[in-house]
């Protein structure tokens, strides 16, 4: 075989999806570099086992992240944008203040423990003080609406009177946040230790429950003070 045929099946790999679907060939990237940063880290991912996943090649990926920090970076983007569009869909505006937020855990809880790449690639980031994070031009754009969609639920739950006027949305975030995240990045030694019936469908369904209800007596005023 010469050097042309050689290389003809390399060009049509690199060159055939992407001229057809860039978009499509930047999600599927996106999709298995986001899987093997989530389970090797960043130092130890590598973008040959990233290519080798993909439908492009390692000159399409620089291509298009520039670098490997720049496809890390990329990724982080990618895994909050999908939870921050999960939150939008939602619709909550249209919900009363109570459900709305009720909702809004429950999805939080669920998108966490189905999505547990996107809690490890957290995890990652935090391991490196969320330096790349930092670097990422859209990260606090894209996060911001979490903290609005949260003031907005509290801020119509006081003037129905249900609930109480000092929470903050920060800090209620945070608390939402710590629920369902400790549930997805603790599993392996909380299941070591203590065993794993919280892990299963019916275990998964109580916790869940559970958060909501949390979640709800902290912010609600007691039915005797309405």
Known sequence: MDGASRQAPQRAREDGPARRDPEGVRRDILAAAGAVFAEKGLSGARIDEIAARTRTSKRMIYYYFGDKEGLYRACLEAAYEQVRRGEEELDLAGLPPETALARLVAFTFDHHRRHPDFIRMVMVENIHDARHLRGAAS???LNRPAI???????????RAGVFRPDI???????LISALAVFNVSNR???????????FDEAGQARLRERAVEMVL???RIPQEHR
């Open 168 to 174: 903050d949305p920060l800090e209620l975030h945070w």
């Open 148 to 158: 609005d969609r949260l003031r907005d639920i509290l801020e119509r739950g006081r």
């Open 217 to 219: 007596a902290l912010v």
């Open 139 to 141: 990260a606090r754009s």
């Open 188 to 198: 392996a030694t909380f299941s070591t230790l203590f065993g794993d019936a919280l």
